[in-house]
């Protein structure tokens, strides 16, 4: 399919209708948008939010480590991002001796300020669109070989052209549409970025897994680091000699506050969507893979948060390991639930029969929905013994890291406990054994379970007082091996073929919006690209007789506070500035405002993305979506879909009166 055609088409459905707020958009293509966000109360242009000639609002918004966004709030190089994203960063500069996850980390000079080497920042310095480059050469009727061979050849020229441009950039090129575009990204990467500042986790992470993804929430989700750069403003290695980055442009900070109904707006790096999903793919995602992963990752939560309990060592070592296994365990749950509530298997199949009777008599769609469904049936099985790969046999800490050669051993045994991994062992290999069938299973597995007679005994013989590696290595080496050339060869050939079909489909599904004069506007899915979205604070009603206000207080943090509880265990300080209402200026009603509820359209990744008013100033910082619309991933439904944020006046709170670290402030612009 041309360039030309797609973007036509593109053009044509943007300006259609569309569930409301449902959408990430390109920062680039936002001219399209601009209309409906001025609309709904934005008061800056297309320009103010993306410019590749003057500075814009993109360029106060960082990918922070590669998996979470964060955004620039000074002059002076100083980012705010999630507790949560900066958490590894946080574990590792603590101990027993100095637990910054408990009591919490607060440079007061710039010399006290932690690096963290490996953590990198980027800068977007511009996208642009390169279909025509990418594809050049490619001649429709090619097989899909020589296309895939003619794309990777050309994206890396591009980028290879793109990074000589100058100092410290890094370029990529992504897909959108499944292939029918092409994008490039140039980013300007810093790797000089030291911690400087961080609430306790009983603030950061308050409330834990238990009040993870729901709302009400009341955590206190941020944490502030600080970009360094060279005596010339440009990336450089970690040096005493750095200086603080000065920025392009830093978010002002808006500390008047929110109402229901105000225009909102995320700026981030969201990872991955699936919203053009065929039915059957939605299917063995609701009713076969979540439920099983989810049984898997119970199994190792419930020993981790055994043994956490007793050892504050071992729940420093365990805090983020286990804070990752739970994150994606818990979504998984709201994800199906949702699924289910909106029938979006029904949903998608009502579809797929009206586009198959749609698409008769034209050869290039008339056979996908049959060809998709006979491409989904021929790989169900082995897409859960993927799963339960990657989840169970995988998942031992000990035999992924005898996999990957003992590499990082340090690291490794700094935050490793045996007992932990040796009961996760012998519940994930008793899953695989009861679950998997067994002409999927690997001959290796078999044979070690008939040597040993039980899981329990096989894990005697791995797991001795000094781990036997050579057993690991084995274990990983040989049912990864059985796997890999057995069925991945299989899964990866069938998932070729089905994202051509996606391709194809993708268009198809344009062509029918179009001529049957549909309301749907599409969008690219996610895929750790800058988007924007936009929406406005608004509650929502989860059930039937309830109702949830969009904004939480200091005071719903009191009610939850439980000395007895580690995740609901606030500081005494905390306590005592409710208990004499010492809020300075941060007093709203009595109490201070902590987070509140949205409908922009988040995914993963766009944690610690900005969230901003409609004159572009940082009122909040997005952490979280509610339970009841995690399926926004593959449907979006208004009704329930809301994202959680960060209420900036909190942050400034915890940093003004728990803190005590006036100079941070100093350092903001603060909109009053």
């Known amino acids: 399919m041309k360039k030309i055609l797609f973007l036509f088409v593109f053009l044509v459905v943007a300006g259609t209708g569309l569930r409301a707020d449902e959408g990430m958009w390109l920062p680039s293509e936002i001219i399209l948008k601009i209309k409906d966000m001025q609309a709904k109360g934005f008061k800056l242009t297309a320009e103010d939010i993306y410019s590749i000639n003057n500075s814009s609002l993109k360029d106060a918004v960082v990918h922070f480590g590669g998996g979470c966004t964060g955004e620039i709030i000074s002059n002076e190089g100083l980012l ?19 637990d910054y996850l408990r009591d919490g980390f607060w440079a007061m000079t710039r010399e006290q300020e932690l690096p963290n080497p490996g953590l990198t920042v980027s800068f977007l310095e511009y996208m642009k669109d390169v279909t025509e480059d990418v594809l050049k050469g490619y001649k429709a009727g090619m097989p899909e070989e020589k296309r895939i061979e003619i794309v990777a050849k050309n994206s890396k020229a591009i980028e290879e052209k793109a990074v000589k441009e100058g100092k410290s950039l890094r370029a990529t090129v992504k897909p959108l549409y499944y292939g029918n575009q092409y994008y490039l990204y140039v980013f300007k990467v810093f790797t000089d970025v030291r911690l400087v500042g961080a609430p306790p986790s009983s603030i950061g992470k308050f409330g834990g897994d238990t009040d993870n993804w729901m709302w009400p929430r009341h955590t206190g989700d941020f944490s502030l680091f600080r970009v360094y750069a060279g005596a010339d403003n440009e990336p450089a290695p970690y040096s005493e000699d750095n200086v603080p980055y000065k920025p392009k442009r830093f978010f002002k900070v808006n500390a008047k506050g929110i109402s229901e109904g105000d225009f909102t707006m995320v700026y981030g790096f969201p990872g991955r969507t699936n919203e053009y999903l065929f039915s059957d793919a939605v299917k063995y995602t609701a009713e076969k893979s979540n439920p099983h992963k989810i049984a898997l990752r119970t199994l190792r939560l419930d020993i981790q948060n055994r043994e956490m309990a007793k050892d ?7 805090a983020s390991k286990n804070a990752s296994v739970s994150n994606a365990w818990k979504k998984w749950q709201g994800e199906a639930k949702g699924i289910f509530k909106m029938r979006a298997i029904e949903n998608k199949q009502d579809f ?12 290039q769609y008339e056979n996908l929905v049959a060809k998709f469904k006979e491409l989904y049936a021929a790989i169900e099985d082995l897409s859960l013994v993927r799963d339960y790969q990657s989840e169970a046999l995988n998942a031992v800490e000990l035999i992924a890291f005898a996999g990957r050669g003992q590499r990082g ?25 009861k679950n998997i069938d067994d002409k999927y299973k690997a001959p290796y597995f078999k044979e070690q379970l008939q040597k040993f007679g039980t899981v329990e005994a096989w894990a005697e013989a791995l797991f ?18 059985h796997f890999n050339e057995n069925y991945a060869p299989i899964l990866d050939s069938v998932n070729k073929e089905i994202t051509l079909l996606y391709r194809t489909y993708m268009m198809g599904q344009m062509e029918y919006n179009k001529a049957t004069r549909g309301t749907k506007v599409f969008y690219p899915d996610a895929n750790s690209t800058l988007r924007v ?17 969009p ?19 606030i500081p ?101």
């Open 572 to 672: 005494q300080k905390l306590r005592d500035l409710h208990a004499a209402k010492d809020y300075g200026q941060w007093e709203v009603n009595g109490s201070v405002p902590v987070a509140f509820i949205a409908t922009n359209h988040t995914t993963g990744g766009n944690s610690g993305s900005p969230v901003l008013d409609a004159e572009g100033n940082l009122i909040g910082v997005n952490f979280d979506r509610v339970w009841e619309g995690t399926m926004s991933d593959v449907v979006y439904d208004p009704e329930v879909c809301r994202n959680i944020s960060l209420d900036i006046r909190f942050a400034l709170f915890v940093i003004d009166k728990l803190a005590d670290a006036d100079h941070l402030l100093e350092e903001m612009v603060i909109v009053k």
């Open 409 to 433: 051993a340090e690291r490794f045994y700094k935050d490793y406990y045996m007992p932990i991994d040796k009961d996760c062992f012998i519940a994930l290999y008793k899953a695989y054994d």
């Open 352 to 363: 797929e029969a009206k586009f198959t009777k749609w698409a008769e008599g034209k050869p």
């Open 551 to 569: 904004v939480s207080s200091l005071d719903g943090v009191i009610e939850k506070d439980n000395p007895e509880i580690y995740d609901y265990n």
């Open 533 to 549: 979205a936009y929406g406005q604070v608004k509650g929502y009603s989860p059930s039937d007789a309830v109702y949830f206000t």
């Open 464 to 481: 001795t007082e000094k781990p036997n590696m050579e057993m690991a290595a084995e274990i990983f080496r040989e049912t990864n091996r």
């Open 80 to 98: 705010i991002t999630n507790h949560h994203c900066g958490f590894g960063q946080i574990q590792s500069h603590s101990s027993v001796e100095h």
């Open 312 to 318: 504050q060592a071992v729940r420093i070592k365990y």
